[in-house]
């Protein structure tokens, strides 16, 4: 009845000012029950001051001044002293010492209908994701007044997803009318949602409880709900599963940004890296010291780590290879062995200069939330800019590779090294340059790895196992066989994840990975023309 | 020529131009007459080319060949690069299949049905240019690597080597002359020393038929001259192929010399005829 | 390397009397002569001294020399296949901690009523997961024969069908050494899940007796020393007579040149296959002695971290000299004990400087150093 009435009845000019605080006034009276009269007077007067004063009662800031009883909004409930705001003109009204002010309850039932009240002003907002807010608070509340206001909105409302949002509402509360037409209508207006509460639904109506009985007395609204969940079901596996694809691709693309690096130097080297994932952990405390560094631009800290960490991590990497690779030129198993040792140096250290638990990274407010794309299927934004990140960089790399000089030289000197040697080529340089490109992208995985899991000295012993996968599966011939080896794997990792959890989902890749070695020992793309051991 | 002749002809130990019938089909080949059985070299030739081609592309490397190889013959083959020397030794030990022509064995084995390993099982050993010797064992150890035998674990791990074995060893120890470097890393041996070893391997496993890829390339005139007398001695009871271009060396050694020329043979006799023919003189431009 | 021929013109007399395996090998008798003297000396200075001479050896320095020795086989065990081989795995702990849980298994079950729970039959983490009954793959583990043959079997099985694949696809040098870590880690992260049945990250533990003889015992201390220096010596011994074989020369071909193998007629695959597996074998055995002496074993033994410790045993001690590989695995397992006594910080940095600087200076590793005095045929 309220709201219809507040609905009905049109805008009132401001003369109302006075009955708004004459109403505004009875707010401050101890019985609830008077409030309540208040709030529904301050409801229907529509006066531009309403909404704000309802919601700062839901919010505990109305306050009544104890000299005058006049009712004031404060901007904080806590503050001493309070800074005051006049209801009627919502202009601020100075500052008042909090002791000389009382602050006006409320209760659940009170703050039930300033709710609901509030929702119904939202109702009429331009803004429609305001109205669907506003949609969802009502649907919370149903009664027959709701229920009607909401009704007369579906004419009036422009925007498809609020009048679908107040359609399927009305739908669930249509179920449990007594009018078996109504009923039928209702399952066909669910028939379409992808709402986990109308599936659940039409789920109770047509399966019989454990007894055999069912919630629902007519035999055709049972098989039209029946019919109606069927659809629906089909369609939430669909973006069930496109959802695993989306995680997929996500998980693929750490392991490709992890793997690049490794790819590079195997492809162009030989060279088998341990202490890649310790360059990828740097990385990712360079991302962690970015943000204690700029800590009120965490942002901004995060982009600005990205070079951070491929400067950071090259270095380490060129350092690397002229201090311990170099001089193991030729013999692969070595120097795995003794990149090993590299890796657990650098492990220490970290745990030395930061201590052995993990960091805590945030996430920047750009990279948080999520889409939604529908009700059964959202995607998070953090992981979808891993997914753009990784294809930016992989893409930059190509470039790299195929368009500069350095790509040049370097593909020479992995093709053939004296040929490139004899043409001028300073093979030595390419190669710490190329160990330092490896490493430096394995710096800025980090940095993105840090956004999707914990940082600690420990980040790289949990993915040096997975790129090492990518690179056997990809092969080291091209990288396009690291980036489809990558994402292959990261999908197929999540489609087994629901059938057998994620670590035996770990332990099938692993076992598929050896059959697969069976048919292809190099990899999808193996190198050409050179060996990739000497 | 009819038939009679041609046989006649073969009988006498001279196989020239004319193509003789084909040999003699066995029935079951692989029982009777399996690779492990060896050649039957009775009517005195061990191998038989005929019209053997391979192209590679449209390239004819080998353009019909017909050539003849006589039991314990020692046998050199020589001609221009691209002359299909290499190709031809890949076609025998069964490395590449020829697009036409025929390659028998002794009597009864067809090499084109048979693949690689069990043409080096049938007794076709060969020799590769660069030598492949197991740089850290030691020339006794290489040798009995090489032995003829059952190569399983099994037998490797709990049968030692037999007498009969041990002594074809210490004969083959005596052919290559390395008697007194048997305890020497195959590693430290000369360049020369390393080939004769690896002939050496080749004998340990019995073969028939050696086919030897320019065995004297980067030796000293000694070793050469070694090399020779050492393939010598094995004409005889074995039949060798000999492939090279140092031509000195070849005279040395060659009864007979084929020269091949773009995928087929263009001429054949003792050294001195084929270097007095003229489309020889012709084709290697006065060598 | 020693060759086969044994001319007795060049042996001693008292060579004459050994096992043919071990003469010519000068290391290899100075090893066991010190592993016999040692153990021998270690045995009497703890049970027949008194405890409070100043001579007396504690039960805990018996433990330790007999955890090295468990070690040290396993680091024959992986020099068998590295070193003669070429095969670097590096997932050989995952057979090491196979017959660990093997041998905890049947522990575990002689532990009976006199568990936390008091269950006759479920050892006490199953009761706390609400098992109901014993999952089939325990059963038969109370008995030491069985338990025993599964030391054998299991890491011998899996290492046959992980080398039949891997080798018979021809996958060599860095990819094997991926492939086993892969191996290695699947089992870490098998055996860490709580409902694998075999105790998940807590492992097995809290054992009482083997064969009916407390664990904790001087005496069972002492046994089990001597039975790790047993198995040491005997896996040397087959050891050293599978590298003097011809099947040993085969194997060193193998990894010098296997193209050439295969071309002169051997099964380079099968070779492989047999070595790792026999391989696989020791290690399980290493790793059942291992485990009633440490008194727990847990899925932590299956990191890849654990078999990577072991190769740079080997490394250090000396690839391709079988006596090397005892000497490594003692020598880093001495100094780590030391280290993470004294600068446990420190070990870390020394262990993974170890890794770089034998690597880049010591490629023949101690033994090498050695035997670089000697003059060489």
């Known amino acids: ?534 | 020529m009819n038939a009679a002749q041609v046989w006649a002809r073969r009988l006498s130990g001279r196989s020239q131009s004319a193509k003789p019938p084909p040999p003699p089909r066995s029935g079951d080949l692989l029982t009777e007459h399996g690779p492990d059985a060896g050649p039957d070299a009775s009517r005195g030739v061990i191998l038989y080319l005929e019209d053997i081609t391979v192209s590679f592309d449209g390239f004819k490397a080998l353009n019909a060949l017909t050539l003849y190889i006589d039991s314990g013959e020692l046998r050199c083959i020589i001609g221009p690069n691209g002359a299909g020397k290499t190709t031809m030794m890949d076609v025998i030990t069964g490395k590449t299949r020829p697009d036409a022509g025929s390659a028998w064995f002794g009597q009864t084995l067809d090499l084109l049905s048979l693949n690689e390993p069990e043409i080096a099982r049938a007794g076709i050993g060969r020799k590769f240019q660069k030598p492949t010797v197991f740089g850290e064992h030691t020339v006794y150890e290489n040798l009995q690597l090489a032995a003829a035998g059952d190569k399983s674990p099994w037998a490797t791990l709990f049968k030692p080597l037999s007498g009969e074995q041990k002594d074809r060893i210490a004969d083959v120890l005596d052919t290559i002359r390395l008697k007194d470097r048997v305890a020497a890393r195959a590693g430290a041996l000369s360049h020369g020393q390393k080939q004769w070893l690896e002939i050496g391997m080749l004998l340990m496993q019995g073969p028939q038929l050696l086919l030897v890829d320019e065995p004297v390339a980067g030796m000293t005139p000694q070793e050469t001259e070694r090399t020779a007398e050492l393939l010598v001695s094995l004409a005889g009871t074995h039949s060798v192929v000999v492939v090279e271009h140092d031509m000195n060396f070849v005279r040395s050694i060659a009864r007979k010399v084929t020269v091949l020329h773009e995928g087929s043979v263009l001429a054949e006799g003792t050294m001195d005829q084929v270097q007095n023919d003229r489309r020889v003189i012709e084709v290697y431009l006065g060598e | 390397m020693a060759t086969t021929m044994t001319d007795s013109s060049y042996l001693g007399t008292f060579e004459q009397f050994l096992p043919r395996p071990l003469r010519g090998d000068r290391g290899g008798q100075v090893m066991l002569a010190v592993l016999v003297f040692t153990v021998t000396l270690v045995a009497v200075l703890n049970l027949a001294v008194p405890a409070s001479s100043a001579l007396h050896l504690s039960t805990y320095a018996v433990t330790l020399i007999g955890k090295y020795l468990t070690y040290a086989l396993l680091a024959v065990a992986v020099d068998l296949v590295w070193g003669f081989c070429g095969i670097l795995s590096l997932g050989h702990a995952a057979f090491f901690a196979l017959g660990g849980y093997a041998m905890g298994m049947y522990l575990m079950r002689q532990i009976g009523t006199r568990g936390v729970y008091g269950n006759s039959i479920l050892p006490d983490f199953m009761v706390f997961l609400n098992y109901k009954e014993l999952p089939w793959f325990w059963h038969g583990f109370d008995m030491f024969w069985f338990a025993m043959l599964m030391v054998i079997l299991v890491p011998g099985v899996l290492a046959f069908v992980f080398g039949w694949f891997a080798f018979r696809s021809r996958v060599t040098g860095v990819y094997l050494s991926i492939i086993t870590q892969a191996l290695t880690y699947a089992l870490l992260l098998a055996f860490f899940r709580n409902d694998m049945g075999f105790g998940g990250n807590n492992g097995l533990t809290d054992f009482k007796d083997l064969l009916g003889m407390p664990l904790q015992k001087d005496g069972m201390r002492v046994t089990l020393m001597v039975a790790s220096a047993l198995a040491l010596a005997l896996g040397y011994l087959a050891c050293r007579y599978i590298v003097t074989s011809r099947a040993g020369r085969v194997v060193e071909a193998v990894r010098d040149a296997e193209s050439r193998t295969r071309f002169i007629g051997y099964s380079v695959e099968s070779y492989k296959l047999w070595l790792f597996v026999f391989s696989a074998v020791l290690a399980g055995i290493a790793g059942a002695l291992y485990v009633p002496q440490v008194g727990i074993i847990n899925p932590s033994e299956f990191s890849p971290i654990n078999s990577i410790e072991v190769v740079i045993w080997v490394a250090v001690g000396g690839r391709g000299v079988l006596y090397g590989a005892v000497a490594g695995a003692i020598l880093v397992n001495y100094a780590k004990t030391v280290f993470t006594g004294v600068l446990p910080e420190f070990w870390l940095y020394a262990l993974g400087a170890l890794f770089v600087l034998v690597t880049l200076f010591l490629p023949k590793g101690v033994v090498g150093l050695l035997r670089t005095r000697k003059v060489e045929a």
């Open chain 1, 1 to 534: 009845m309220l709201a219809l009435a507040v609905f009905l009845t049109p805008r009132v000019a401001l003369a109302d000012d006075a009955a708004f605080t004459a109403a505004a006034a009875q707010l401050a009276n101890d019985d609830f029950a008077t409030k309540e009269e208040a709030v529904r007077k301050v409801l229907e007067l529509r006066h531009t001051g309403s909404k704000p004063l309802l919601a700062a009662l839901l919010d505990g800031r109305v306050f009544v001044r104890s000299s005058d009883m006049h009712v004031f909004i404060a901007t904080s409930g806590d503050a001493d002293p309070l800074e005051l705001i006049e209801p009627v003109t919502q202009k601020p009204a100075g500052t008042g010492k909090a002791d000389e002010f009382s602050k006006i309850t409320t209760n659940n039932r009170l703050r039930k209908t300033l709710r609901g009240a509030i929702a119904s002003f939202d109702l009429g907002d331009a803004d429609a994701g305001v109205r669907r807010a506003a949609v969802k608070e009502l649907l919370r509340t149903l009664d027959d007044d709701t229920m009607a206001l909401l009704r007369a909105q579906i004419g009036k409302e422009k925007d498809p997803h609020v009048r679908a949002d107040i359609e399927q509402g009305l739908a669930l509360q249509d179920l449990k009318n007594d009018d078996k037409k109504v009923r039928l209508a209702a399952v066909e207006t669910l028939k379409n949602s992808l709402n986990p509460d109308a599936y659940n639904a039409l789920v109770s109506i047509a399966t019989p409880a454990a007894d055999g009985t069912y919630s629902e007395p007519d035999q055709d609204v049972r098989s039209a709900a029946d019919a109606a969940m069927r659809k629906i079901a089909k369609w939430r596996s669909f973006y069930a599963g496109l959802e695993t694809l989306f995680f997929g691709l996500s998980l693929g693309s750490v392991l490709v940004l992890a793997a690049i690096g490794l790819a590079i130097t195997f492809g162009v080297m030989g060279v088998i890296n341990m202490a890649h994932g310790e360059l990828m952990m740097l990385g990712a405390y360079c991302a962690y010291v970015m943000q204690l560094l700029m800590p009120n631009h965490i942002g901004a800290s995060i982009i600005v780590a990205v070079p951070v960490a491929f400067v950071v991590s090259g270095l380490v990497g060129i350092l690397i290879e002229r201090g311990v690779v170099r001089w193991l030129y030729g013999r692969p198993l070595e120097t795995l062995l003794a990149t090993f040792g590299v890796s657990l140096v650098l492990q220490q250290v970290v745990r030395d200069i930061f201590s052995a638990n993990n960091r805590p990274v945030e996430t920047p407010q750009w990279m948080a939330g999520s889409m939604e794309i529908n009700e059964a299927f959202s995607i998070t934004y953090n992981r979808l800019y891993v997914v753009l990140f990784t294809l930016a960089v992989f893409f930059l790399i190509q470039i790299i590779l195929k368009r500069t000089t350095l790509g040049l030289k370097v593909r020479a000197v992995s093709q053939n090294r004296p040929m490139a040697r004899a043409m001028g080529v300073r093979a030595e340089w390419i190669d710490a340059l190329t160990f330092g490109l490896g490493s430096g992208i394995a710096g800025v995985a980090g940095v993105a790895l840090s956004q999707l899991t914990n940082v600690g000295p420990n980040l790289g012993q949990q993915y040096i196992v997975d790129s090492f996968m990518v690179v056997v599966f990809g092969g080291v011939g091209n990288l396009w066989g690291t980036l489809i080896g990558g994402m292959s794997l990261g999908v197929v990792n999540k489609l087994l994840e629901p059938y057998s959890g994620a670590v035996l989902a770990k332990i099938f890749v692993l076992v598929a990975l050896i059959l697969f070695i069976q048919r292809r020992p190099r990899g999808l793309f193996p190198q050409k023309g050179r060996a990739a051991e000497h």
